[in-house]
């Protein structure tokens, strides 16, 4: 019985939980002229937001977890060359 309880003791986890909560928000505003047809003018707005979780709550068990969100406004929409794309 004596090593059942030393066994138990050992395979705890002494290590307080771990979480790392990070991420970035970037912003690209730019205007330009499309390619086809030549010389149609634009400008666009592009917004990137990345959120990032990590965390092991236990030494059996760890998770990573990311979001993406990007966003696109501007005339560009509006153009020949995006609606071949």
């Known amino acids: 019985m004596f090593n059942v309880a030393l066994a ?6 002494p290590q307080p939980p771990k ?3 990070g991420g970035y928000y970037k912003n690209l505003f730019f205007d330009s ?6 010389g149609e003018a634009f400008g666009a707005d592009l ?3 990345r959120l990032e979780l990590e965390g092991k709550p236990a030494a059996w068990t760890a998770f990573d977890i990311q979001y ?3 966003v696109l ?3 560009y929409l509006r153009t020949a060359q995006f609606a071949i794309l």
Not at 8 to 13: I, M, N
Not at 33 to 38: L, R
């Open 33 to 38: 002229k499309t390619v086809f047809p030549a």
């Open 68 to 70: 993406d969100n990007e």
């Open 47 to 49: 917004n990137r937001l």
């Open 8 to 13: 138990a003791v050992e395979d705890s986890d």
């Open 73 to 75: 406004f501007g005339s």
């Open 19 to 21: 979480l790392k909560l």
